[in-house]
């Protein structure tokens, strides 16, 4: 069992930067692939970038590749997206989420967090 909590959202304005962090609890963190997800308001909730235990495999959304960066830290049982360069349509509520394979699609993943707002004004 997992539990995951993010933080870090807010209000910035195109161009500027954020970064995320998802605190997780149980002893078997780094058992997991850690994900992050976005879903803008009306919009299917959508992949962003996904990492394995100690970094082992990184994958990004093309639309965020070279902005934004993943990283875990599993002596800490965190998670954090670095995101630069931001820009109008990055937009939306960011979860973090816990699964056992690296995949795009978010029914492979079994634990979620309730969720931060990302707001990037133009």
């Known amino acids: 069992q997992v539990q995951l909590v993010e933080g870090g959202g807010g209000l910035v304005q195109a161009g500027g930067s954020l970064r995320l962090s998802c605190a997780a609890s149980?002893?078997?963190?780094?058992?997991?692939?850690m994900g992050w997800f976005r879903q803008a308001p009306g919009k299917e909730r959508k992949f962003v970038a996904a990492i394995t235990w100690n970094g082992g495999i990184i994958t990004y959304a093309d639309s965020v590749q070279g902005r934004f960066t993943i990283s875990r830290d599993d002596s800490k049982n965190t998670l954090t997206l670095q995101m630069n360069s931001l820009k109008s349509e990055d937009t939306a509520v960011y979860y973090c989420a816990a699964g056992l394979t690296v995949s795009q699609a978010p029914n492979e993943y079994q634990y979620w967090g309730q969720g931060t707002q990302v707001t990037v004004s133009s």
């Open positions: 149980g002893r078997t963190f780094r058992s997991y692939v």
